[in-house]
C-alpha cells in the first residue's frame, strides 16, 4: 500500500511522515511539498519525495500518482483553500488514489462562528461527494498554539480572552500526527470521522491556572466580550482581519461549539493524549522567555 502525505515539509506533515517511515517500507511512502529540498533528509530514507503546489493544480495528479491513500493536509490559506482542496481531491481521484484522509477541524456545522469553519465543512462536503472512500480527522485547537499567548499572559499577570465560560480539549499536535500515521496505516478508517482532542475539556480559568502552576508566577483569566478583545489585539499591532478571525475563535469554544472530548487519539494509537500541563511543561522555557530575572 503506497501513502501520499501532502505538505509534507510542514510542522503536522512531517512528524506524520516520520511516523509513517517508522511503520512502512520507505518506497512505499510519497511525501508532497513546494520545497523538496526542505525533505532532502526523508528522501535519503528512501522516500519519493515530489514537488506539488496547491496554487499549480495542474502539478498534483503526477505528485499522487501510484499512491492509495492520501494525506490532505489543511492548506493556510483561508480565503481560497476550500477550492485548493477540491482541486486536490479531484487530482486524487485521478490519479488513482482511493481513499482521502483529510485534516479537518471539531464539528465544522454551518452554526460554527469560527473563521475555519466555512473551508472545512466544504472539503468535507466534497471529499462526500468525490466518490472516494474518505476519513475526516476533525482536530480540536493545538496545545502548541497556547504557548505563545501564554508567555505573553504569564509576562503580564493576565490571560485576555473571548473565550467566555466555555471549554475545549486542546490537543498536541504530536497526538494530531500520531493519529493520522494508524489512520494512514492500519484498516477500517474508511468513511469516517474521528474528534482528535486532547484528555479534558478546559475553561480559560483552567488554563490561566495550569500557566501559574507551570511558571511559579500568577496568571489570572480575564474574560471580555468581542469587540474589546478585538481593539486589544488591533492595539498589539494584529491586524484587523487577522483579530476578528481570532476572535472567532473565541466565540466558537464560548458558545459550545468545539467542547468536544473523544477518545479517538487512544482508540487509535493506543496511548492517551498529552494533557495541555504535559505541553506547558515541555514548552517551559518559552513560557518564561518574557520573564525578567
Given amino acids: 500500500m503506497s501513502i501520499v502525505i501532502t505538505g509534507a515539509s510542514g510542522q503536522l506533515g512531517r512528524l506524520t511522515a516520520e511516523l509513517v517511515l517508522d511503520r512502512m517500507r520507505a518506497s512505499e511512502v510519497i511525501l508532497t511539498t513546494r520545497r523538496p529540498e526542505a525533505l532532502s533528509d526523508l528522501a535519503e530514507r528512501g522516500a519519493r519525495v515530489r514537488q506539488a503546489d496547491f496554487d499549480r493544480p495542474e502539478t498534483l495528479a503526477e505528485a499522487f500518482a501510484g499512491g492509495e491513500i492520501l494525506l490532505l493536509i489543511s492548506a493556510d490559506d483561508l480565503g481560497r483553500r476550500a477550492a485548493q482542496h477540491r482541486a486536490a481531491i479531484e487530482a486524487a481521484r485521478e490519479a488513482g488514489v482511493r481513499h482521502v484522509a483529510y485534516t479537518s477541524y471539531l464539528n465544522p456545522v ?59 480539549a486542546y490537543v498536541s499536535r504530536e497526538d494530531c500526527a500520531a493519529a493520522a500515521a494508524a489512520v494512514l496505516t492500519t484498516e477500517g478508517h474508511e468513511d469516517k470521522a474521528y474528534d482528535i482532542t486532547g484528555p479534558q475539556a478546559l475553561s480559560q480559568d483552567d488554563v490561566a491556572a495550569l500557566l501559574s502552576e507551570v511558571s511559579g508566577r500568577p496568571v489570572e483569566a480575564v474574560a471580555v466580550e ?29 458558545e459550545g461549539y468545539i467542547d468536544q472530548i473523544s477518545g479517538a487519539v487512544e482508540n487509535l494509537t493506543g496511548r492517551p493524549p498529552r494533557s495541555l500541563r504535559e505541553v506547558f511543561e515541555a514548552y517551559r522555557h518559552e513560557l518564561l522567555q518574557g520573564v525578567s530575572a
Fill in 110 to 168: 454551518e452554526e460554527n462562528p469560527a473563521a475555519i469553519t466555512p473551508s472545512h465543512r466544504d472539503t468535507e462536503w466534497a471529499l462526500r461527494e468525490s466518490g472516494l472512500a474518505w476519513s475526516a480527522l476533525r482536530h480540536a485547537f493545538y496545545a502548541e498554539y497556547q504557548v505563545p499567548s501564554g508567555a505573553q499572559a504569564i509576562a503580564t499577570g493576565q490571560l485576555v480572552h473571548n473565550s467566555g465560560d466555555g471549554r475545549i
Fill in 226 to 254: 468581542d469587540d474589546a478583545f478585538i481593539e486589544g489585539l488591533s492595539a498589539a499591532g494584529v491586524p484587523e482581519p487577522a483579530a476578528r478571525e481570532i476572535a472567532s475563535y473565541g466565540r466558537a469554544i464560548r
